[in-house]
């Protein structure tokens, strides 16, 4: 994550601790896709979610069990995400158990079943933040989701939320579609009394493999990050934005600092490139981890075609711990193992690569940038700097 509001505006946020950590060896945060159901159908669903009951699931006591796992390995946060969380039956009791453990608790979801009653029990559940996605106008996020009336539907749970008193923001993904909409998201958010926007650069993995045409160029990129920071900078101005942070791609963290220094902010610059060295750039099956519905863990939540293992074989620590495992080794040894790009790139120490196995197999030569580096050679070349 680049968090735009603290590298580009000097305003600190909550999470500023887990972003950069005084030291690096600190334990990763679990996404547990709890569920394979989801009551919409979006066109960019990393996990093919749909209405359908996914066979394998987790039971109650084996969730519990995975819980335990997750609390005794010492991760500071434990995310529900699916599909979508709120159509799991025995959610709460799973948010509930989860903070007996002393887990922080974070649920990533569509928000349009989030009614006042749930949103009490979220908050009376103690979980620290509620994340809900949103891809832009009325009309355009309803054929995103695939079902009209799911805009309002999600306006509806973030009120509920915020009455509440849950922390509450909104999660974008960013595709060619609705990368002339940065503005709407932020005028959303505002207007919802919603401080915290998280951007996420489009990974075509799950249903996203059917949208290719739909990646962003790396012009839109530059331009979307342009207008994300001009945008946070008002907002941070008018003291209504809480966080904006981009997600998923980390040339974003060079694309920001090379705009300071066209600014002539030398200071901020230095500022933001020491604590994008301290972040430690893209530190995918470093610093997150997804555990999925079955049971099965992925260096993140786009990794659906390796798993690791399984805790219902092995805990989720031992799993999380080997060394032997070939995709682990990679990505936990990226000086050793750089993409051509990254290794000619005077950025490579605070980005780090977005390169992943999209075919599932720990053969280097068969992974990719993605999503795609969009800094040009003369940028990245050492004697730009």
Known sequence: MINVTKLYCGRSGQSDPLRYPERRNVKPIAVFNCTARCNLRCVHCYSSSDAAVSAGELSTDQAKQLIDQIADYGCPVLLFSGGEP?????????IAYAAKCKLRTVLSTNGTRIDPSAAQRLKRFNVSYVGISLDGPEPLHDAFRGRPGSFRDTLNGIANCRAAGLRTGLRCTITRRNCEHIETIFDIAEKNGVGRICFYHLIRTGRATELQEQAITAEQARNALDRIMEKTEQQVAADCVEEVLTVGNHADGPYLLMRLHRMGSTAMAQQAMDLLLRSGGNRVGQNIACISWNGDVFPDQFWRNYPLGNVLQSPFGRIWDNVEDPVL?????????KDPKCARCRFFTICKGNYRSLSGRPDLAEWCNEPECYLSEQEISPTSG
């Open 86 to 94: 709120m159509l799991r039956a025995d959610l709460f009791e799973l």
């Open 329 to 337: 080794r990679i990505l936990r040894n990226k000086d050793q193992y």
